[in-house]
């Protein structure tokens, strides 16, 4: 049994598995974020995935962030997967979300977002990012190697939660991993089986490399219009 921990982090809309299709399957009752804040508060622990969500009419592929409080941070996917037509049916966000949990600044990311570095460039006002995903096992070389390099470039642990199974489309075999800012591997589930991994972020360890190495200090300034 894995030991307890502060925070859970589930795959992309991992209460259905990756659909671009939402009718049917996109939540107007909110059963899992429900779910969620009723294990945030048992586990006393922050709970965090994507859900396929409909508000006002409008579809979205939604990051929750549940505090044990019942305190919820949402992040809308900025970047949809054109390749398999999600943008056609789902609307994009527009913001960066970050959310501060006992003392770890966090950025919330999902799946394809991971390909888009300038929108998570590290401005010095985050720790740590989580990318859920449903990212196939054909391209599961660039999953890592791009994990690897947010967290190289942004000087920031980076925490990749991917799915495994098969579905009519895709085979997935995971891939998940918590890498450091170094670019290392600190703990990783085994491939194309239900597995987790769990390790302890060090934030003392993360400000002295910043301070010993300022790269995040040395970047170019710029701005990001939505």
Same mark, same amino acid.
């Given at each position: 049994?894995?030991?307890?921990?502060?925070?859970?982090?589930?795959?992309?809309?991992?209460?259905?598995?990756?659909?671009?299709?939402?009718?049917?399957?996109?939540?107007?009752?909110?059963?899992?974020?429900?779910?969620?804040?009723?294990?945030?508060?048992?586990?006393?622990?922050?709970?965090?995935?994507?859900?396929?969500?409909?508000?006002?009419?409008?579809?979205?592929?939604?990051?929750?962030?549940?505090?044990?409080?019942?305190?919820?941070?949402?992040?809308?996917?900025?970047?949809?997967?054109?390749?398999?037509? =999600? $943008?056609?049916?789902?609307?994009?966000?527009?913001?960066?979300?970050? #959310? &501060? @949990? *006992?003392?770890?600044?966090?950025? !919330?990311?999902?799946?394809?977002?991971?390909?888009?570095?300038?929108?998570?460039?590290?401005?010095?006002?985050?720790?740590?990012?989580?990318?859920?995903?449903?990212?196939?096992?054909?391209?599961?070389?660039?999953?890592?190697?791009?994990?690897?390099?947010?967290?190289?470039?942004?000087?920031?642990?980076?925490?990749?939660?991917?799915?495994?199974?098969?579905?009519?489309?895709?085979?997935?075999?995971?891939?998940?991993?918590?890498?450091?800012?170094?670019?290392?591997?600190?703990?990783?589930?085994?491939?194309?089986? =239900? $597995?987790?991994?769990?390790?302890?972020?060090?934030?003392?360890?993360? #400000? &002295? @490399? *910043?301070?010993?190495?300022?790269? !995040?200090?040395?970047?170019?300034?710029?701005?990001?219009?939505?």
């Amino acid at each position: 049994m894995q030991p307890k921990a502060d925070l859970y982090v589930l795959s992309e809309m991992f209460s259905t598995g990756f659909a671009t299709e939402p009718e049917g399957i996109a939540e107007k009752d909110g059963s899992s974020l429900i779910w969620m804040k009723r294990m945030a508060n048992q586990l006393d622990a922050a709970i965090a995935g994507s859900v396929a969500t409909e508000e006002k009419g409008l579809f979205y592929n939604r990051f929750y962030f549940v505090k044990p409080d019942g305190k919820i941070t949402s992040y809308d996917k900025r970047h949809l997967f054109t390749f398999s037509s =999600e $943008d056609k049916r789902f609307t994009c966000g527009k913001k960066r979300a970050i #959310v &501060e @949990f *006992r003392g770890v600044r966090i950025m !919330l990311q999902i799946c394809y977002d991971l390909r888009f570095p300038v929108f998570s460039r590290n401005k010095g006002d985050y720790d740590a990012m989580i990318y859920v995903a449903n990212w196939p096992s054909s391209r599961a070389e660039v999953w890592k190697t791009l994990l690897r390099a947010r967290a190289i470039e942004n000087q920031s642990f980076v925490i990749g939660v991917n799915r495994v199974g098969k579905d009519s489309k895709c085979e997935y075999q995971g891939g998940s991993a918590i890498i450091s800012p170094y670019g290392q591997t600190i703990a990783a589930p085994a491939d194309f089986q =239900e $597995d987790a991994a769990i390790a302890e972020l060090d934030m003392n360890e993360l #400000v &002295e @490399f *910043r301070k010993k190495f300022p790269v !995040l200090s040395d970047g170019d300034e710029f701005k990001i219009e939505y």
